[in-house]
């Protein structure tokens, strides 16, 4: 009887097994195909993501690591920029040569309110050394309206009007207009690469028509 009884329990646990078996295999069977389904999905979105996200990636990082470049602080820019237009009106109006070339480019242009153009830093402190000789000469003060910071080029575009004033014998002479400045960032900060002066109107002695 102990041996039949054995023989009846060995037989329900391997029956047991089969069982536990054929229901692995059967889940396996079922589970088989989600997974295949699951693994194509996931090689569906490699091939979109390397086809239309990482190209929309990049379009939107370069603006943006050009900006990190040259616009981080554009507002710190600008306030350096107006600080350092001040600071040329400043040397006008001391009649100091050196310190009115200390914002410009070695090779500026200048294109003067008049028309004409001078070309270098030289050139052009020479010309503005007859006016600070002159006593005739009162001054002239540039006001910057705006400044624009480029986010792709170390470059700064200020806009602004400016008056001259000369001492004629029949009164003084102010000379109005506007100008269009661009500035240049190097190792040594912002200097001035170009200008550009127009002359819009003249008031207060006969020589406005000579």
């Known amino acids: 009887m102990a041996w039949r009884s054995f023989s009846k329990s060995r037989d329900r646990g391997r029956a047991t097994i089969r069982r536990m078996e054929i229901n692995r295999a059967q889940s396996a069977i079922f589970i088989r195909p989600f997974f295949r389904l699951f693994i194509n999905y996931l090689h569906g979105m490699k091939r979109f993501l390397l086809a239309y996200l990482c190209p929309i990636l990049i379009v939107v990082l370069i603006p943006l690591c050009s900006l990190a470049q040259y616009g981080t602080d ?14 040329s009106n400043e040397a006008i109006q001391a009649r ?4 009115f070339g200390k914002t410009m480019r070695p090779d500026i242009a200048v294109t003067r309110g008049s028309g004409s153009h001078v070309s270098g830093r030289d050139s052009v402190l020479a010309s503005v050394s007859v006016q600070f000789a002159d006593k005739s000469f009162l001054g002239y003060v540039r006001t910057t309206d ?19 004033r ?27 690469r170009s200008e550009l002066f127009v002359s819009l109107a003249c008031s207060g002695s006969a020589a406005c028509g000579k």
């Open 166 to 192: 000369f001492q004629r014998p029949d009164g003084i002479q102010t000379i109005t207009g506007v100008y269009l400045c661009m500035w240049q960032k190097d190792g040594e900060g912002w200097k001035i």
């Open 96 to 99: 100091d040569l050196a310190g």
């Open 74 to 87: 554009s507002k710190a820019d600008e306030r350096l920029i107006r600080a350092l237009r001040l600071q």
């Open 146 to 164: 705006s400044v624009q910071v480029s986010t792709s080029a170390p470059l700064a575009a200020e806009h602004g009007h400016w008056i001259g």
